[in-house]
């Protein structure tokens, strides 16, 4: 299977239950040697070959980049999700042999900032644990603030008010706990960079309040990777290779033309790097466009599609592939 | 077996040559019988012994030359080495690249020990043996970009990625074909590119950089450029122009075998892991029209591609005034038969 990324081949080293829903894996190089070093914010796709099928997800790497004798990502199982969260959390334990990607960034610190401004929601603490792992060590300036349902839900909130302590600051959904954003936004030491992680509707709110209050969009940083959303099984012809195929009610538009043999590039799975853009040739119908790459023109115009994330409806679709 | 460093200058006297074995090796870039823009981007993987990709960072015979050469320009004018101060994570990891690289592909000539984050690095041919921090500057003599690009051949950017595109941030640029660090830092990558001619109406710009900021972390890329340069200066830089514009008019046809150069810059980049920047090597070979003319295939070939240079092509690498001359010397060299496929001579 083609990729953008040189693959790893690793062993779980270590799977430790952090909460109901989160679990956290540890994995090793197979041959004892280090790992590549990565830098806060990168992530890894995770290989899950799970009986006839293989599930290609991104996970962002949450250990500190200074420590490359192991890799570790937190998984929240998603019951109702494609399965991916369900196999890692049932069939993932230690000593299993998996393959992962080379770790790529896309939700890389800006360097130049006086002050780096972290905003977590849930699971979207992740990538912020490297990310405030690198800073500490650099002497860099942060503060987080973080979003959860619950105490027992706050994924590491206990390490990092530990390790950081007032330069983290907790938000309790029942207790009705809520960030002051425009004041947060408001208040900001000038060389500020903002960056958000967590689910769309808290970055959607975040990008737009800092958007009224002026904030130049260079200086606010935001990761949010689509999980491929199941739906209604659809046909498509691919027009350079000749193949018709079945996306599966489960299954990704890119895993359905990965399954036939045509191997587009990828590096996120997620909607967002832009590798596997596809040219549509003509279509007879609706695409669900579920990805942060696309314009909305591009949306609109029909002639585009992400195929990690989005989907279709209707009677034909043919793809430039 | 190490390599024997010559003896030689880039300046003054120009004592600089090639070793009958350094001539085969030469990297070539035409290949076929003419010239035009392309992005001729490929991946930067390890190429046949005894040529110069045989390790990814190469060290040649004109090491220590090189570097004494680099000293000199730096002493006169240290703008040529510039690193903004958010760079210096960057640098950091140029230096664990090249150490890693050079120690790799030369162990006779360099050593890198590493416990933790104490690192002694032991560089023989400049008679270097340091013990320094790993990520604490000030247990080095210079900035780790300036102090391990005082130790390697080829000039470097190091260029940060945000907002989608690329910025030259940092730099050590002394053997440049008439560019200037100094002019062009804190610049994206359009910016830098601006005076490039031909190639932003072919699109070209912007599908390089779309390749470049996809660069992933373990899968280099490369690609070979060129230009001429009469007499061997390293140095061909703008500052420096009154020093070496002057030797454009000094080509007869007595003397092009001796003053005309072929320059190519084998170009490399490279994710950087920590700051998730991407550094870019530019390494300049020479070679003089006597040595090339040694592979006769290459002599035909070199002969075809100048005669039939676009103009604009011909104005930008500033090979005006002397192709003429450099035209009809080497077309005594082609009697027109074919050129095997290929970059290599025959």
Known sequence: MSTGTTKLDVVVSDVVPVNELVTRFHFRRRDGELLPTFSGGA????????????RLNPYSLMGSPLNTSEYTISVRRDDVGRGGSLFMHRSV???????????????SLDLRARKHLMLAGGI???????????????????????????ASLGTYADVLQQRYDRRVRLYHDDLDERIDLDRLLSSQPLGTHLYVCGPAGMINWVRDRAAALGWPSETVHFEHFAAPQPGAPFDVTLAVTGKTIRVGSQQSLLEAIE??????????????????????????????????????????????????????EGKSLVLER | MGITFRKETFRDDFTFRNSPEHIRRFPFPFHEDSYMYAVNIEPH???????????????DEHYVAEMQDRALVLAE?????????????????????????????????FTLTR??????????????????????????????????????????????????????????????????????????FFEWHAPVPLAHEKGIFIR??????????????????????????????????????????????????????????????????????????????????????????????????????????????????????????????????ATSPGFGPD
Request: aromatic share 10%.
């Open chain 2, 208 to 337: 390089a950089l779309k390749f470049l900021t996809n660069i992933q972390q373990g899968k280099p890329a490369r690609r070979l450029n060129w230009t001429m340069t009469i007499n061997p200066r390293l140095d061909t830089s703008p500052e420096n122009y009154h020093k070496w514009g002057p030797d454009r008019t000094t080509v007869t046809p007595e003397n092009v075998g001796d003053k005309v150069h072929l320059r190519v810059e084998l170009q490399s980049f490279w994710r950087l892991p920590r700051s998730n920047g991407v550094v870019f090597p530019i390494r300049c070979y020479l070679i003089k029209m006597d040595e090339l003319v040694t592979q006769p295939k290459w002599a035909r070939r070199l002969h075809r591609v100048i005669r039939d240079l676009p103009e604009e092509l011909a104005t930008y690498k500033g090979l005006t005034r002397y192709r003429p001359t450099l035209v009809e010397w080497l077309s005594k060299l082609d009697d027109g038969s």
């Open chain 1, 43 to 54: 992530h890894v796709v995770v290989e899950m070959r799970d009986g006839e099928r293989t």
């Open chain 1, 93 to 107: 334990k230690p000593g299993l042999e998996m393959v992962i990607s080379y770790p790529v960034n896309l939700f």
């Open chain 1, 124 to 150: 979207g603490i992740t990538p912020f644990m490297a990310q405030t792992s690198q800073l500490a060590g650099s002497g860099g300036n942060f503060e987080l603030h973080y979003t959860c349902r619950t």
């Open chain 2, 45 to 59: 993987v390890v190429g046949p012994k005894g040529s110069v990709l045989e390790n990814l960072i190469d060290v």
């Open chain 2, 115 to 188: 416990d933790g984050d104490r690192w002694r690095w032991i560089n023989r041919p400049l008679g270097i043996d340091d013990t320094f921090t790993f990520g604490d500057t000030s247990t080095l003599p210079y900035g780790p970009m300036e102090y391990i690009t005082r130790q390697s051949q080829g000039d470097f950017c190091i260029l940060d990625q945000r907002d989608g595109n690329l910025w030259m941030d940092a730099g050590m640029v002394t053997t440049q074909a008439d560019w200037s660090l100094d002019f062009d830092i804190g610049m994206n």
């Open chain 1, 259 to 312: 399954a036939a043999g045509v191997d587009p590039p990828y590096l996120c799975r997620g909607g967002v790097c832009g590798q596997c853009e596809t040219n549509v040739v003509s279509h007879d119908g609706k695409f669900i466009h579920n990805d942060h790459w696309l314009s909305e023109e591009d949306h609109r115009s029909g002639c585009k599609i992400m195929p990690c994330v989005s989907r279709f």
């Open chain 2, 77 to 109: 004018d240290p703008l040529r080495c510039q690193s903004l101060p958010h760079m210096t994570l960057a640098g950091w990891d140029l230096l664990e690249l090249l150490m890693e690289q050079q120690a790799l592909g030369y162990p006779e000539h």
